[in-house]
């Protein structure tokens, strides 16, 4: 079955330590993106790509980054930069253009700071 | 600035119909979405509005005013497992989703 699968489900970073957060997707999907969850609040975009080879930032990008080498992977790194990383972080993948069918998540990954 | 208001939290009982209201201020407007999304999990897609009026899709409704800048979602016979926060969002012109902070409901026997 075609779906976004990220890992790890729990981490936990030492302050000062930099950790990447997997995001694969089987769905053949061009775009990809990365939120951040937080109680009462609403998503809010870190950096998304409509291409390979190509991203950029969203709302709330500084203290992040990321890549696109290929079509399926879009993993994002959480640096020392980030002053409160503790969230809960979504990838999600969707068709350019075929906005009807919404966005496809992942089932995310907590991350805590320790 | 962009802005999506849906309430916090609502309660609601066992086999009754809830309404979840959502109200936007957006730049441009591509559509709205619904989802749900249940405790530590991914959100799941359950509806998509572009055009004014009603969406039905089983025991779930959805509903858009682009003129008064509203939607709601309509939920008949709850069951226990509809227990979830559900999100509202609305697709810009850039075509970027803003997204509201979710309603959570509780389902009581």
């Known amino acids: 079955d075609g779906g976004i ?33 937080d109680p009462g609040q609403g998503l809010r975009l870190i950096y998304y790509s409509q291409i390979v080879n190509d ?16 079509k399926e992977s879009f993993p994002l ?16 993948s969707s068709i350019p253009g075929q906005i009807t069918y919404g966005y496809t998540f992942g089932s995310g990954t907590r991350l805590t700071v320790v | 600035g962009q802005n999506i208001d849906q309430p916090t939290e609502m309660t609601a009982t066992e086999g009754a119909i809830v309404q979840i209201n959502c109200t936007y201020q957006t730049s441009g407007f591509n559509g ?17 509005n572009v055009l004014d009026g009603l969406e039905e899709k089983g ?20 069951q226990m497992k509809d227990s979830a926060s559900y ?8 075509y970027q989703l803003i997204w509201g902070a979710g309603t959570k409901l509780i389902i009581k026997p």
């Open chain 1, 5 to 37: 699968t990220q890992s790890p489900k729990y981490l936990f970073r030492k302050e000062g330590q930099n950790v990447t957060l997997s995001c694969e997707q089987n769905l053949n999907h061009d775009a990809m993106y990365w939120y951040r969850q």
């Open chain 1, 55 to 70: 991203f950029q930032k969203g709302d709330i990008a500084e203290g992040y980054s990321v890549s696109r080498e290929k």
């Open chain 1, 77 to 92: 790194t959480v640096t020392s930069a980030q002053k409160n990383p503790t969230a809960f972080y979504l990838c999600a």
């Open chain 2, 32 to 48: 709205l979405f619904w989802y749900q999304q249940h405790a530590g999990e991914a959100p799941t897609f359950l509806s998509y």
């Open chain 2, 59 to 78: 025991r779930f409704s959805s509903f858009l005013s682009r003129s008064k800048g509203y939607s709601y979602l309509l939920l008949k016979e709850l």
């Open chain 2, 87 to 94: 999100l509202c969002a609305v697709m810009d012109s850039n």
